[in-house]
């Protein structure tokens, strides 16, 4: 890249060149580029992971599950034998919290039945202590 200042007017003096010099600003980029390139660490392909050893205990057992219908009227079964009265769910609920590895609760309500019966059956369950509770749904009492 250079620039002529001055003109060719006769006069006997050379004209003034004023031309920037790249040379050493490419040299310098060369220098930098090739210690780039020298300094960027070698790719693995593979990840060295040290992990644990196999486990020897026990395999896992399936969980203990209960199934609590709650049909379109309020009526609550309890894997499929119908209770009496809230009492009767209290006293089930109760005795899956005393057992030591708490069993599942899964609660299928139908999709007609009113809020409050399945609200009173998981507010029971929640004041008892039960962990291990969920929704879920059935092909029955799903659209």
């Known amino acids: 890249m250079g620039m002529n200042v001055g003109s060719s007017s006769?006069?006997?003096?050379?004209?003034?060149?004023?031309?920037v010099?790249?040379?050493?600003?490419?040299d310098v980029m060369l220098v930098l580029i090739?210690?780039?390139?020298?300094?960027?660490?070698?790719q693995l392909h593979s990840v060295n992971l040290d992990m644990p050893p196999p486990s020897t205990s026990k395999?896992?057992?399936?969980?203990?599950v209960h199934e609590?219908?709650?049909?379109?009227?309020?009526?609550v079964s309890w894997d499929g034998v119908a209770l009496a009265n809230?009492?009767?769910?209290?006293?089930?609920l109760a005795a899956v919290v005393a057992e030591p590895d708490q069993p599942e609760v899964h609660?299928?309500?139908?999709?007609?039945?009113d809020y409050g019966y399945v609200a009173a059956v998981m507010a029971s369950a929640q004041r008892l202590g039960v962990k291990k509770?969920?929704?879920?749904?059935?092909?029955?009492y799903v659209k």
């Not at 809230?86 to 089930?92: F, G, N, Q, Y």
């Open 86 to 92: 809230m009492a009767e769910v209290t006293a089930k």
């Open 10 to 19: 006769g006069s006997d003096e050379p004209e003034v060149m004023m031309d």
């Open 107 to 113: 609660i299928k309500p139908n999709k007609l039945v």
């Open 21 to 26: 010099n790249t040379t050493p600003l490419i």
């Open 68 to 75: 609590v219908y709650i049909d379109f009227d309020g009526t």
């Open 59 to 64: 395999p896992l057992t399936e969980p203990v």
């Open 34 to 42: 090739v210690m780039l390139i020298i300094t960027i660490p070698i």
């Open 133 to 140: 509770m969920g929704m879920v749904g059935n092909e029955q």
